[in-house]
């Protein structure tokens, strides 16, 4: 969890989530549907995707995994049906109860078969010192049976009101301050193989032992 809280109108916090946002918007970019599903750990807008019709966006509540919105939910619990959204996006949760381990599972139940799963938080092996290690997040999810792509970091190393702006980017590739990581289903799909053509036996018949060609021309004649 993290070791020190931050002010949700912080300038700095507000810039890293910027950051970070561009890179989920493009993230997906590839999806198409009707809806998407954000637990915002802190509030901000959701990325513009056109091919999102509507997000339902749940925050966290006053009580103990008390989620809310338009409904109330526990994230180890939600109540949606399987497969409901078409992207399903958990944002900075550092400072909430969330534990990957138990929402791993219902994460992956509303996703739908083609969509995109991602998790963005800060990083704290950067000079934020805040934010839950990616690699739990990656063991959850593999544990409950999605595909899930490299780690990539992105926002300032620092908190800083410009965001990544002017930092050099192999500094913010190998350093930043925030983390994402996507995660799709497993599809196994069927490849249909030629059936390959029956082979035609055509039968020989030997030609006599010791024979040769000349003499059966003359026996013939």
């Not at 910027?18 to 997906?28: E, G, I, K, N, P």
């Not at 198409?32 to 966006?57: E, F, K, N, Q």
């Not at 196994?188 to 040769?212: N, Q």
Request: net charge positive; with cysteine; charged share 25%.
């Amino acid at each position: 969890m993290s070791k020190r809280p931050f002010d949700k109108d912080d300038l700095a916090i507000e810039a890293i989530g910027a950051d970070a946002m561009a890179v989920c918007a493009a993230r997906l970019g590839r999806v198409a549907g009707t809806y998407a599903l954000v637990l915002d750990g802190m509030p901000m807008t959701v990325p513009a995707v056109s091919g999102v019709g509507c997000w339902t966006i749940l925050r966290p509540g006053p009580d103990t995994g008390d989620w809310r919105g338009s409904l109330h939910a526990a994230v180890d619990a939600l109540p949606f049906g399987d497969e409901s959204f078409c992207a399903v996006l958990v944002r900075f949760t550092q400072d909430t109860d969330i534990e990957p381990e138990v929402v791993a599972g219902e994460l992956t139940r509303v996703l739908a078969p083609h969509g995109v799963l991602l998790i963005a938080d800060l990083h704290p092996r950067s000079l934020w010192h805040a934010g839950i290690p990616p690699g739990r997040w990656e063991r959850a999810l593999r544990a409950a049976g999605l595909k899930v792509s490299r780690t990539v970091r992105c926002g300032a190393p620092w908190p800083r009101v410009r965001g990544a702006e002017g930092v050099p980017h192999w500094l913010v590739r190998g350093m930043g301050g925030a983390w994402i990581i996507e995660a799709q289903r497993r599809t196994l799909t069927a490849i249909p193989l030629r059936k390959a053509p029956a082979r035609r036996v055509v039968e020989r018949k030997p030609v006599l032992p010791g024979a040769h060609r000349k003499s059966l021309v003359r026996q013939r004649a």
